[in-house]
């Protein structure tokens, strides 16, 4: 049995019921990752610490007494801060920075019994698409084209190393992390389930920090049922995140029915599909006709707002990244530079030296919308027309149960085909922005593969902690849609 | 300055995977009214960003963020008055008593400490 080759819940249900150990299965995937170490999916690879956490979860399964993820193998993407294991958010500013503490999301994975493979691959700060903003390197997917299986294909970002180490089995399943897309878009390029929660389920303390009102925590995964599960594990009430929800978290798994999608009201937001290119347009009417012989019922819902929700995003999301990224200066922690002089030379050329150019280039757009004199025309409208688009949903919320989208606008693209010009780069995340803007939760599971061979991703979203209710009908898409049945064997 | 506009439409980005929908965003602009970020204002940004710019990314640094400014622009046509500013996500902001709880050490925060002396980071001089 090649132990890659489970899900998590398959690969939970080994250790169980003792059909392998969580140290051979750890092995297995240190095994994994050595031969595919071109995809650069890891920034830190932590083996040794792996197979200690591995021999204890073994211990405790012997015991009985084990954990949601006892002896699980995942990945973590390295802006969850990990006690005594450098975490660089994929940045040079961090390259050394080795926090003194856990953050709360990955301490409720270990003491969930995880086993940590290591900090996978990100775009910079979490800024970018492709996973190729990285001051590491860029991450590549497994999937290959079947026009061109020569070409390099982005995993999709900023949570790409994440999705290219799940696809590529270097681990069960990884933490991502969402500020305008960076868990759904890498899942859909990547073939793979991707759960952004509400915003304030996950608690966002030791998150290296983004954009604080959009930033949450989410599993990256095979399966909607190890969605279920892991997002479980990772989410909870944190009195240290003043921003986390102090509701109950749900036994996802236990109460995951693709059945409950009967009676069901799914919306169709024609603002989102009337301009999808014919590939995209097919997966998405098939998505709705899955939806429907499901028993679930289809209308229209309207959106008005969405043409304006990315460059609402655009003000927003670097607004607060500007002010967020202002601690780091040289002075506590991360980049100094070495050359001399005033103290504002300092923070002048430590930030210069250690921040990337797409970094660079929001911070410049966030502290331009916030200076004097623009911010009512850019910030506080932005902020305005936020409320709008939370509006919008509201509405839409009162006639229908979920909202079925695209995730991305079309497959995964080659690395040497990317888009030049940043604002191309930003349109990838036009079906997932709004929904960080409004805090709503909202699931990619993969539908079918593209032309080319490439996967493709249906995106639905849901009000205010409806998390059940999505996994429930991402069952119902997954059920229908087959998709394990296409993957092909990367390694081949 | 049209130039930047249709540069996503030239780009090497195979036509076939363009976002259709971008097209229409930019048949949004208001041709007649593109606004001008001078080098003088990407200097005064840089500086309160605290980021060094040699003097030749100034003007790229120009024309990049006038590019997405312009872009940003088209939400200067919507209606927001009357909208009220609440908090963005509506969150209930919980207290906790105000009391001192262990947190970390002194060793514990030094240890990422670029420069350290005496317990201290180390910086250039500030007061003159």
Same mark, same amino acid.
């Given at each position: 049995?090649?132990?890659?080759?489970?899900?998590?819940?398959?690969?939970? $249900?080994?250790?169980?019921?003792?059909?392998?150990?969580?140290?051979?299965?750890?092995?297995?995937?240190?095994? #994994?990752?050595?031969?595919?170490?071109?995809?650069?999916? &890891?920034?830190?690879?932590?083996?040794? #610490?792996?197979? $200690?956490?591995?021999? +204890?979860?073994?211990?405790?399964?012997?015991?009985?007494?084990?954990?949601?993820?006892?002896?699980?193998?995942?990945?973590?993407?390295?802006?969850?801060?990990?006690?005594?294991?450098?975490? /660089?958010?994929?940045?040079?500013?961090?390259?050394?920075?080795?926090?003194?503490?856990?953050?709360?999301?990955?301490?409720?994975?270990?003491?969930?019994?995880?086993?940590?493979?290591?900090?996978?691959?990100?775009?910079?700060?979490?800024? *970018?698409?492709?996973?190729? /903003?990285?001051?590491?390197?860029?991450?590549?997917?497994?999937?290959?084209?079947?026009?061109?299986?020569?070409?390099?294909?982005?995993?999709?970002?900023?949570?790409?190393?994440?999705?290219?180490?799940?696809?590529?089995?270097?681990?069960?399943?990884? /933490?991502?992390?969402?500020?305008? *897309?960076?868990?759904? #878009?890498?899942?859909?390029?990547?073939?793979?389930?991707?759960?952004?929660?509400?915003?304030?389920?996950?608690?966002?303390?030791?998150?290296?920090?983004?954009?604080?009102?959009?930033? #949450?925590?989410?599993?990256?995964?095979?399966?909607?049922?190890?969605?279920?599960?892991?997002?479980?594990?990772?989410?909870?009430?944190?009195?240290?995140?003043?921003?986390?929800?102090?509701?109950?978290?749900?036994?996802?798994?236990?109460?995951?029915?693709?059945?409950?999608?009967?009676?069901?009201?799914?919306?169709?937001?024609?603002?989102?599909?009337?301009?999808?290119?014919?590939?995209?347009?097919?997966?998405?009417?098939?998505?709705?006709?899955?939806?429907? @012989?499901?028993?679930?019922?289809?209308?229209?819902?309207?959106?008005?707002?969405?043409?304006?929700?990315?460059?609402? &995003?655009?003000?927003?999301?670097?607004?607060?990244? @500007?002010?967020?990224?202002?601690?780091?200066?040289?002075?506590?922690? *991360?980049?100094?530079?070495?050359?001399?002089?005033?103290?504002?030379?300092?923070?002048?050329?430590?930030?210069?030296?250690?921040?990337?150019?797409?970094?660079?280039?929001?911070?410049?757009?966030?502290?331009?919308?916030? @200076?004097?004199?623009?911010?009512?025309?850019?910030? /506080?409208?932005?902020?305005?027309?936020?409320?709008?688009?939370?509006?919008?949903?509201?509405?839409?919320?009162?006639?229908?149960?979920?909202?079925?989208?695209?995730?991305?606008?079309?497959?995964?693209? +080659?690395?040497?085909?990317?888009?030049?010009?940043?604002?191309?780069?930003?349109?990838?995340?036009?079906?997932?922005?709004?929904?960080? =803007?409004?805090?709503?939760?909202?699931?990619?599971?993969?539908? *079918?593969?593209?032309?080319?061979?490439?996967?493709?991703? =249906?995106?639905?979203?849901?009000?205010?902690?409806?998390?059940?209710?999505?996994?429930?009908?991402?069952?119902?898409?997954?059920?229908?849609?087959?998709?394990?049945?296409?993957?092909?064997?990367?390694?081949? | 300055?049209?130039?930047?506009?249709?540069?996503?439409?030239?780009? %090497?980005? %195979?036509?076939?995977?363009?976002?259709?929908?971008?097209? !229409?965003?930019?048949?949004?602009?208001?041709?007649?009214?593109?606004?001008?970020?001078?080098?003088?204002?990407?200097?005064?940004?840089?500086?309160?960003?605290?980021?060094?710019?040699?003097?030749?990314?100034?003007?790229?640094?120009?024309?990049?963020?006038?590019?997405?400014?312009?872009?940003?622009?088209?939400?200067?046509?919507?209606?927001?008055?009357?909208?009220?500013?609440?908090?963005?996500?509506?969150?209930?902001?919980?207290?906790? %008593?105000?009391?001192?709880?262990?947190? !970390? !050490?002194?060793?514990?925060?030094?240890?990422?400490?670029?420069?350290?002396?005496?317990?201290?980071? !180390?910086? %250039?001089?500030?007061?003159?």
């Amino acid at each position: 049995m090649d132990l890659t080759q489970l899900t998590l819940t398959e690969a939970r $249900e080994a250790l169980l019921t003792k059909k392998c150990s969580a140290a051979e299965l750890t092995q297995a995937f240190i095994g #994994q990752m050595e031969k595919n170490r071109a995809l650069n999916a &890891y920034i830190t690879q932590t083996p040794d #610490q792996a197979l $200690e956490q591995a021999k +204890a979860a073994d211990k405790r399964l012997a015991h009985g007494n084990a954990g949601l993820m006892e002896g699980l193998p995942i990945g973590m993407k390295d802006l969850f801060c990990s006690k005594g294991i450098r975490t /660089t958010s994929g940045s040079r500013m961090l390259e050394n920075f080795v926090p003194s503490y856990e953050s709360t999301v990955s301490h409720n994975l270990l003491s969930q019994g995880a086993v940590v493979l290591g900090k996978t691959n990100m775009d910079e700060f979490a800024m *970018g698409s492709a996973n190729i /903003t990285s001051a590491y390197g860029p991450s590549i997917s497994p999937w290959k084209r079947t026009d061109n299986p020569a070409k390099q294909i982005v995993p999709g970002g900023s949570s790409g190393g994440s999705s290219a180490a799940v696809a590529a089995r270097m681990c069960l399943a990884a /933490t991502g992390s969402d500020t305008g *897309g960076s868990i759904r #878009q890498p899942a859909s390029f990547c073939g793979l389930v991707g759960i952004k929660p509400t915003y304030g389920l996950c608690s966002r303390w030791g998150m290296v920090a983004f954009a604080s009102s959009l930033d #949450q925590a989410g599993p990256l995964t095979h399966t909607v049922a190890d969605s279920a599960l892991m997002l479980q594990a990772m989410a909870g009430y944190d009195a240290k995140d003043a921003t986390c929800a102090n509701v109950p978290i749900p036994d996802y798994l236990k109460d995951l029915n693709a059945g409950a999608v009967k009676g069901m009201r799914i919306g169709i937001a024609l603002e989102y599909i009337d301009r999808l290119n014919d590939e995209m347009k097919a997966l998405f009417n098939q998505g709705v006709e899955w939806l429907r @012989s499901a028993g679930a019922t289809i209308h229209e819902v309207s959106l008005s707002t969405t043409p304006y929700a990315l460059p609402t &995003y655009y003000i927003i999301a670097p607004a607060e990244a @500007s002010s967020n990224l202002a601690r780091y200066d040289g002075v506590r922690y *991360g980049h100094r530079t070495d050359r001399g002089g005033s103290i504002d030379a300092l923070y002048e050329h430590s930030r210069r030296e250690g921040f990337g150019e797409e970094v660079r280039r929001r911070i410049m757009i966030g502290t331009y919308v916030l @200076s004097a004199g623009y911010y009512d025309a850019y910030y /506080t409208r932005a902020q305005k027309v936020r409320r709008l688009i939370k509006a919008d949903f509201n509405r839409a919320f009162e006639e229908v149960d979920l909202i079925l989208t695209p995730t991305t606008p079309a497959e995964a693209f +080659a690395l040497d085909e990317r888009p030049t010009d940043p604002i191309e780069m930003y349109l990838n995340d036009i079906f997932t922005v709004t929904v960080n =803007l409004a805090g709503l939760p909202a699931i990619s599971v993969p539908a *079918g593969l593209s032309g080319r061979g490439l996967p493709l991703g =249906l995106q639905l979203i849901g009000p205010k902690f409806s998390e059940q209710t999505l996994f429930n009908a991402a069952k119902a898409l997954e059920d229908s849609a087959n998709f394990r049945e296409k993957v092909p064997n990367h390694d081949a | 300055m049209l130039e930047r506009s249709c540069a996503p439409l030239l780009s %090497p980005y %195979p036509s076939r995977q363009k976002p259709v929908i971008y097209a !229409t965003m930019m048949l949004n602009f208001r041709g007649f009214n593109f606004m001008v970020i001078s080098q003088s204002d990407i200097e005064k940004v840089a500086r309160l960003a605290r980021l060094h710019l040699e003097a030749q990314e100034v003007s790229k640094a120009q024309s990049e963020l006038m590019g997405i400014f312009n872009w940003i622009d088209q939400l200067q046509a919507i209606e927001v008055s009357g909208i009220e500013l609440h908090n963005a996500q509506d969150i209930i902001m919980h207290e906790r %008593p105000d009391v001192v709880e262990p947190d !970390t !050490t002194v060793k514990a925060v030094l240890a990422n400490a670029p420069q350290a002396q005496h317990d201290m980071f !180390t910086v %250039p001089k500030v007061v003159e």
